[in-house]
């Protein structure tokens, strides 16, 4: 993995889309990892008995998706220096699994501090998941 340079980076500049799947085993093993056993993520009848349209994945789910995006865009986890979003819509698993579309655009780069601030955009089933969904992240 190489980090990503001051240097070569500029405002406007873009990466992705970059397609994450998440299956309902998926959701099952970062409930297990997160302590999150909210049944909504992982009871299909409980899920839609609460007016869900089916299983949903955890909305941490879906920021460590994006943030594993950024990331991987960065040059690693450690050079996320500050990372928000707001949760605008939840991800449906259906039984046959989902997919999350994560890509970024350079919103500025301050030359003196080395920083990009990242602006990603989150979509599952044509659907925007995440909102005001920015990252920092330290460049060489």
């Known amino acids: 993995m190489s980090i990503r340079t001051a240097a070569e980076t500029r405002a406007g500049d873009t990466f992705g889309p970059q397609t994450v799947p ?6 099952v ?3 297990d990892a997160s302590g999150d056993q ?3 993520h992982q ?14 994945a955890h909305g941490m789910w879906t920021m460590g998706a994006a943030g594993s995006a950024v990331s991987a865009w960065a ?7 500050e990372f928000g979003t707001r949760f605008t819509k939840p ?3 259906p039984a046959g699994g ?3 579309e994560i890509s970024g655009t350079v919103k500025s ?5 080395r920083r990009a601030v990242v602006d990603l955009t989150v979509t599952a089933a044509g659907d925007k998941v995440l909102g005001r969904c920015l990252a920092t992240v330290q460049l060489d």
């Open 22 to 27: 998440v299956a309902r085993e998926t959701l």
């Open 29 to 31: 093993a970062y409930a």
């Open 38 to 40: 909210n049944p909504i």
């Open 43 to 56: 009871d299909e009848e409980f899920a839609k008995g609460v007016g869900l349209p089916d299983v949903i």
């Open 75 to 81: 040059g690693g986890a450690d050079r996320v220096v």
């Open 91 to 93: 991800v449906v698993v």
């Open 98 to 100: 989902a997919q999350v």
């Open 109 to 113: 780069v301050d030359p003196e501090t």
